[in-house]
T-cell receptor, first 110, second 113 residues
Framework: GQSLEQPSEVTAVEGAIVQINCTYQTSGFYGLSWYQQHDGGAPTFLSYNGLDGLEETGRFSSFLSRSDSYGYLLLQELQMKDSASYFCAVQAGNTGKLIFGQGTTLQVKP | SQTIHQWPATLVQPVGSPLSLECTVEGTSNPNLYWYRQAAGRGLQLLFYSVGIGQISSEVPQNLSASRPQDRQFILSSKKLLLSDSGFYLC????????????FGPGTRLTVT
């Protein structure tokens, strides 16, 4: 089967750094993606890791270790607008279909 | 530029009634198309995906079906809704054989009463 584990909630203060971990079990692994979803809105793409290592996009970075079936999303210089749910998703085949984790709700406090 | 449309935005339907949700994509050709459902406070569950006209793969056996009558049109249907069909339905697209980004539509919030 396929499964992903990520923490359900994380709280941090404005300006801080937070790391959201994701572990997965899947067959036919192609890559790990991260999506952000604000309350009531649609998910938006943040990053993708197809190979081991760190990908950096502005304040957000994502890391993948295929041997450990593990990845994380790192958010730096947190802002209030970063309060949202964050989903890791495994690309489980070359059709592009994604298997999503249950999501981590990030609350940023002043 | 590419855009994705979904309608309606919200829908309240009685148990046992039919359902038809439509999704269209503009500005791209031969996209991969996906239907997801999200229960309140939960992750996204992939329901169907399609890599071409008339090609539908079902991920979860249930009383829903999908069709792709045109290249950029994806329809989610049900003959008889169940209470458990309530949720947030999201359509998404990606480039053919896309291995990274999926682009989501605004979603339809369905309440079955």
């Amino acid at each position: 089967g396929q499964s992903l584990e990520q923490p359900s909630e994380v709280t941090a203060v404005e300006g801080a750094i937070v790391q959201i971990n994701c572990t997965y079990q899947t067959s036919g692994f192609y890559g790990l993606s991260w999506y952000q979803q604000h309350d009531g809105g649609a998910p938006t793409f943040l990053s993708y890791n197809g190979l081991d290592g760190l990908e950096e996009t502005g304040r957000f970075s994502s890391f993948l270790s295929r041997s450990d079936s593990y990845g994380y999303l790192l958010l730096q210089e947190l802002q209030m607008k970063d309060s949202a749910s964050y989903f890791c998703a495994v690309q489980a085949g070359n059709t592009g279909k994604l298997i999503f984790g249950q999501g981590t709700t990030l609350q940023v406090k002043p | 530029s590419q855009t994705i449309h979904q309608w309606p935005a919200t829908l309240v339907q009685p148990v046992g009634s039919p359902l038809s949700l439509e999704c269209t994509v503009e500005g791209t050709s031969n996209p991969n198309l996906y239907w997801y459902r999200q229960a309140a406070g939960r992750g996204l569950q992939l329901l169907f995906y399609s890599v071409g006209i008339g090609q539908i793969s079902s991920e979860v056996p249930q009383n829903l079906s999908a069709s792709r009558p045109q290249d950029r049109q994806f329809i989610l249907s049900s003959k008889k809704l169940l209470l458990s069909d309530s949720g947030f339905y999201l359509c998404a697209w990606s480039v053919p054989r896309g291995l990274d980004e999926q682009y989501f539509g605004p979603g339809t919030r369905l309440t079955v009463t």
